[in-house]
Nanobody, 122 residues
């Protein structure tokens, strides 16, 4: 199973930026897509963004389109989430996850990182 380690979280003021990283212990052909999710206190975990390892196709939730960008470095087995124009409602624990399926559904993501806290103050 792929092990994932996130880093880069922290506290910023509204309008600021953060970049999250997710390092994978290995990449196999069975890992098709890497996703970013977040969970705010009292809320369900939600999809944020995703990228395919092979072609680099990206997907975004409507709430982050135009502000967040996900990218990958195949040589480093690492994916990134660049977050700009952060808003207080972006405050959450952010997780990266890997899936063997061409799906953005949370149950299809089998490996998860430990999460990193992002706090945006107004």
């Amino acid at each position: 199973q792929v092990q994932l380690v996130e880093s880069g979280g922290g506290s910023v003021q509204a309008g600021g930026s953060l970049r999250l990283s997710c390092a994978a212990s290995k990449r196999t052909f069975s890992t098709y897509i890497m996703g970013w999710f977040r969970q705010a206190p009292g809320k369900e975990r939600e999809f944020v963004a995703a990228i395919t390892w092979s072609g680099g196709t990206t997907y975004y939730a409507d709430s982050v389109k135009g502000r967040f960008t996900t990218s990958r470095d195949n040589a480093k087995n690492t994916v990134y989430l660049q977050m700009n124009s952060l808003k207080p409602e972006d405050t959450a624990v952010y997780y990266c996850a890997s899936s063997r399926a061409a799906s953005l559904s949370i149950p299809d993501f089998g490996s998860w990182g430990q999460g990193t806290q992002v706090t945006v103050s107004s």
